[in-house]
């Protein structure tokens, strides 16, 4: 395939927090947080098998009124509402990009987008009309149909002045796009990463996770701010795909959340560890909850560990510059995700090239 990595994972089989490839060798998943209940969750599996014997999906979405998209969208539409509320509308689409697109295309009305830079949606308009905000100001809020942002950029770090962000957008009657594909559904230690900044955007993306596995996004707002898709896909909200949606936003709960967040202070207590042991080496770790990032000093560095991780049970995403992704599932144990981090910390101790701290040092002077 086009798009396949150099060495991809030969997988044969999964089963929650675990990989096999075809030769039985198991591997811990740090790399599955699109799946926040890990592989073959059996609710999510009885969900769609069981809709698999009723009916598929041919038509577009709205032309009839199947069980599961229904049902999906009511969920969403409430998590979104507050009180005294119209009811939100949920524009189902086909993944999160679709759901992304959308979303800037309705709430912007054609206007300029302002975009808080995560490094997430530049596929969006490579060559604009993205501005990042610090320059809104000068050039005018009244110039901007929307400001776009996630909470983390692509190495999962956290993006810094949110709330700020958001005000700023709010005072001036600018819309409110925030990106939930890789922070809902409890893996940043509340349901939605929105959440941390104490406010609700006008619009939400959820994509990702929201699937349990299949291809599925989805986008949340006002009537006036989500519009009927003018010209909707066929394979946008397919009732597979919305029964495992269901399944997993039914199964998030408070302790669900409570754990995520107990769990991600583990995490970082051990990558925090870990940083102190190789200095010359690492440069830090970051994150939110159970989405974490280890910072090396170099980005060749980071990009040897998940191939020598892979060689010791441990299977990790590609590094993204010089960060590599720390990210277990919402059904990991404690120990299991303090194992994932042993299994690190004995890749890292196979380099034969740790760098010396004092020349880190002198390097950056």
Not at 92 to 110: F, K, M, W
Not at 246 to 272: K, Q, S, W, Y
Not at 318 to 347: H, W, Y
């Amino acid at each position: 395939m086009a798009s396949s990595a150099a060495d991809p994972l030969p997988v044969a089989r999964a089963d929650l927090l675990y990989l096999w490839d075809e030769y039985g060798t198991e591997y811990l998943d740090f790399a599955a947080h699109m799946n926040p209940f890990g592989h073959r969750f059996q609710p999510v599996q009885e969900a769609v098998s069981g809709h698999m014997r009723y009916y598929g999906w041919t038509a577009p979405p709205g032309r009839h009124l199947l069980r599961w998209p229904v049902a999906l969208a009511d969920r969403l539409s409430a998590a979104f509402t507050g009180p005294g509320e119209e009811p939100r509308r949920v524009l189902l689409c086909e993944g999160e990009r679709h759901a992304a697109a959308e979303a800037v295309r309705s709430a912007s009305r054609g206007g300029r987008v302002a975009v808080v830079d995560t490094g997430r949606h530049g596929w969006l308009a490579p060559d604009g009309p993205f501005v990042h905000p610090s320059e809104v100001d000068a050039l005018g809020w009244d110039n901007f149909g929307c400001l776009l942002l996630a909470a983390v950029d692509r190495a999962h770090a956290p993006v810094p002045f949110l709330r700020e962000w958001v005000l700023a957008a709010r005072a001036r009657d600018v819309p409110v796009v925030f990106d939930e594909s890789a922070t809902g559904f409890g893996v940043t230690g509340v349901m939605w990463a929105q959440e941390h900044t104490g406010l609700v955007a006008d619009v939400t993306v959820v994509g990702g996770p929201v699937g349990g596995g299949l291809p599925l996004g989805a986008v949340v707002g006002p009537r006036r701010l989500v519009p009927d898709d003018p010209d909707p896909s066929r394979h946008a909200g397919h009732p597979w795909a919305c029964a495992a949606g269901f399944v997993v936003v039914d199964t998030v709960n408070p302790a669900m959340l409570a754990h995520a967040d107990d769990c991600g202070r583990e995490v970082a207590a051990a990558l925090g560890t870990l940083c102190g042991q190789f200095p010359g080496l690492l440069a830090g770790h970051h994150g939110v909850g159970l989405l974490r990032g280890l910072r090396f000093r170099r980005p060749a560095d980071a990009a040897r560990l998940p191939a020598l991780a892979a060689s010791r049970g441990l299977h990790l995403a590609p590094a993204v510059g010089a960060t590599v992704t720390v990210a277990p599932v919402l059904v990991s144990s404690v120990n299991e995700m303090k194992r994932g981090v042993d299994l690190i910390a004995d890749a890292v101790m196979a380099w034969d090239d740790v760098p010396d701290p004092g020349e880190q040092g002198r390097e950056g002077q």
